[in-house]
């Protein structure tokens, strides 16, 4: 596995982990400075203050436990990557307290900083 797919399945852990633990602060730090979040059913968050205000929104909603299953990691340039994933697990949603199956497939990019980590 080359140095980048590592970096990029290890920040993927750290989001999975992230999610499950409807941690906004422990998401925060895993996103570039312009990272945007595109959530279903909602605007963009293209904004640090907008990314925050948006996973509080869906840690409200709903709680998470899921498991992200890596399909393919590419590097495009030396600073540049995507990681295509599924995702399986299961959604509580709080405001019916039901819970149900949750599956998905993402495409992330990543975009490397100034100090050489990999960030969304």
Known sequence: MSATAEAVTALLAKYNDALNASSTDAVMPLYAEDGVFMAPYSPSAA???ALRKAYDAVFKAITLN???AIVEIAEL???WAFARTNSAGTTLDHRTGASSAEANQELFIFKRDRAGSWKI
Do not use: G, T
Request: hydrophobic share 35%; charged share 35%; glycine share 0%.
């Open 77 to 79: 340039a030396p600073d």
């Open 66 to 68: 899921v498991k992200f």
């Open 47 to 49: 904004s640090p203050e």
